[in-house]
């Protein structure tokens, strides 16, 4: 493997470092290497030398180079390193940097050009310095190791590439038992996927350094829930519970057209402490505002889609629940170029940040930037990055519109917004096929599409939208039947699905014991003709029964009970006529369960497919037919005894 490996001659203990590079000369292979190197503020007067040493193992490649040192562009003081440490407005000149008290922190960056001879699939980039805190918790034996980093180039599949950046400073200082929330802010100027994953922190010769039992990759710091990492966003989240020091050392692996071209990675020092600006709740942020989306469609408060050439602008809200100031920044100008941040402030302790960009026509993929949002505690200020997405999909999608249920015969109104033509299909059942809101007269239901160009988000647009139609129909159980005067006739009607709950209303309510129900039971003393009105989801059909009523005793009675326990009396149920005449035409009986027991005219015998049935209450329907006297419809019940 080729190696830079950067030696510090004097520093004592190391707080992080991380590593890029910048393709300059693709036909060369040149490339600027930056590195930043944290440390302690009692390191002010120790500018570290260091050396860059290249190797590659496939190639046969080792060299050495030494690059320069760049004072912060923001020093006033005759060049220095820039100090990042996190402190209040009140606290900021009482760092050890300036001469006070406060643990500090600076960063060394240093650059070097640098041509690679060959083309090799195993370039590293290295940064190893003696030697790490003896106070870290999570690491064994931290103080005997180093800090090493590295940054990997395959410049066999990318002879022009840009490592991802890292656009935001470590946080070196957070509160004990606070929700963390910290993002490294990694760019790529190249729009190459990225992959993040936590990796053991490595000493001297790249080895990796144990983590003490009870800590892994999974679990670098004392949480309480999960520690969770989002892959795709570098986003780290979780509540500290021990008091201590931990490493937490993060790779971020570059894919250009599902291929491994390079990685580089962050190892950074962080304490965990019990600090007096921890007595407040941290600052929180609300992500993105569902209100103030335009040009995109928010998929959660943290993502946004738009489509290539779609302008898109959203707002979002920090805030600081203990009535302190609060701060918001964001790296979105150079994570995406082009892109517009600005906040507004709305009182002390809230903040409104709001976010622009127009996506250039070409464009597709996830743009990832952060969002820093501060608090003005003091000394130590609290500090949480979140990762926002700005997922540009490919110039179309689908979207659901409204389902829409229409009694048969009748129309439905559909509407699409946003743009200024339309093509809806199918188009034989719709009022105009180019119009932003036709009528629809489906006869069966029916899915209906439109195609369109968002005028916000410049995606073509396809919503769907379907018509469901209730065909109600109304069928009696029977339609004309004969009773004896006095007989109890059970009415009923059969209907097609109707999605909703149905009402019944029957007339004229004249011998019935409820007009309201589906099932009403009739006494009739004359003849009638009984008219019942179904509704269901607005739609009406109706059906009639005509009941005649014979003024002679009833010619056919049913027993209420029977014994089929072979004895040879009463061991069969079946409707009983005068002179025995009469022919059953259809004769079911059900258990209580609606098991359908018996299905022949023939008498019942208690069984069902040979098996004695058990004793209880069962429901009949029999149709049978009185000479002279026509037709008879008669539902009950029968005990069976055993």
């Known amino acids: 493997m080729m190696q830079f490996i950067v030696t510090v001659l004097h520093a004592r203990h190391p707080m992080g470092a991380d590593l890029a590079y910048t393709c300059i000369d693709s036909n060369h292979h040149t490339y600027i290497v930056v590195l930043n190197f944290y440390c302690d503020c009692r390191e002010l007067d120790e500018y570290p030398d260091i050396v860059l040493n290249v190797a590659s193992v496939s190639c046969g490649q080792n060299f050495s180079v030494t690059p320069n040192w760049q004072p912060c562009p923001a020093s006033t003081n005759g060049g220095q390193p820039c100090e990042i440490t996190p402190l209040c407005f009140a606290s900021v000149l009482q760092s050890e940097c300036n001469g006070g008290s406060l643990q500090g922190m600076l960063d060394y960056t240093y650059t070097d050009t640098i041509t690679l001879p060959a083309l ?178 928010m998929t959660d408060s943290f993502e946004v889609q738009i489509c290539p050439g779609g302008r898109l602008s959203f707002s979002a809200l920090a805030t600081e629940p203990s009535g302190d100031s609060v701060f918001m920044q964001s790296d979105i100008t150079v994570a995406i170029p082009g892109a517009g941040f600005s906040v507004n402030r709305i009182s002390k302790d809230s903040v409104m940040g709001n976010f622009t960009w127009s996506s250039p026509a070409g464009d597709t993929g996830k743009h990832i930037f952060i969002v820093t949002v501060t608090n003005n505690q003091c000394p130590v200020i609290v500090i949480q990055n979140y990762a926002i997405t700005v997922d540009v999909i490919t110039a179309a999608y689908t979207r659901s519109g409204n389902d829409t249920l229409i009694c048969k015969g009748s129309g439905a ?47 073509m647009v396809t919503q769907r939208d379907t018509v469901k139609i209730q065909d109600l129909v109304v ?127 023939d008498p019942w015998d208690g069984k069902f497919k040979g098996e004695k049935q058990p004793p209880g209450t069962y429901i009949y329907y029999l149709d049978i037919q009185i000479p002279n006297q026509g037709d008879m419809h008669v539902e009950g019940a029968v005990t069976l005894l055993r």
């Open 120 to 297: 090799c699939s195993d370039w590293v980039i290295s940064f190893d310095i003696c030697c790490r805190s003896a106070f870290i918790s999570n690491l064994i034996n931290p103080d005997a190791d180093d800090l090493y980093i590295q940054a990997t180039i395959n410049n066999t599949l990318a002879h022009n590439d840009h490592s991802p950046v890292f656009t935001g400073n470590p946080v070196p200082f957070i509160c004990f038992s606070y929700p963390f929330t910290c993002n490294m802010g990694a760019v790529d100027a190249d729009g190459d996927s990225l992959v993040y994953s936590v990796i053991e922190p490595m000493g001297a010769g790249a080895l990796p350094i144990p983590y003490v039992p009870g800590y892994s990759n999974n679990n670098p710091v004392s949480s309480s829930g999960p520690f969770t990492l989002n892959t795709a966003t570098g986003e780290i989240n979780f509540i500290p519970v021990d008091i201590g020091v931990f490493v937490i050392a993060v790779q971020v692996s570059e894919y250009r057209r599902g291929a491994l071209i390079g990685t580089t990675m962050r190892d950074i020092q962080i304490a965990v402490d019990n600090l007096p600006s921890c007595s407040q709740p941290p600052p929180l942020f609300s992500g993105i505002d569902s209100a103030n989306v335009s040009g995109g469609v």
């Open 413 to 459: 109104q559909l509407t699409a917004t946003g743009s200024t033509s339309y093509v809806w299909s199918p188009s034989s059942t719709l009022s105009c096929s180019y119009c932003p809101a036709p009528v629809a007269t489906p006869d069966t239901t029916t899915t209906y599409w439109v195609l369109f160009r968002d005028s916000l988000s410049a995606c």
């Open 475 to 601: 069928i009696p159980l029977f339609t004309d039947t004969l009773v004896g005067e006095g007989a109890h006739l059970v009415l009923g009607v059969t209907t097609t699905e109707i999605y909703g709950q149905p009402t019944y209303s029957w007339w004229p309510a004249e011998y019935l014991n409820n007009a309201v129900s589906p099932h009403p039971v009739a006494v009739p003393l004359t003849d009638i003709l009984y008219t019942v009105k179904v509704t269901g989801d607005g739609c009406v059909d109706s059906a009639q029964i005509n009941v005649r009523v014979k003024d002679s005793p009833n010619p056919m009675v049913m027993p209420n009970a029977f014994t089929p326990n072979g004895d040879g009396r009463n061991d069969y149920f079946y409707p009983v006529t005068f002179n025995n005449i009469g022919t059953v035409k259809t004769f079911r009986i059900y258990d209580r369960w609606g098991q359908l027991v018996h299905d022949v005219t």
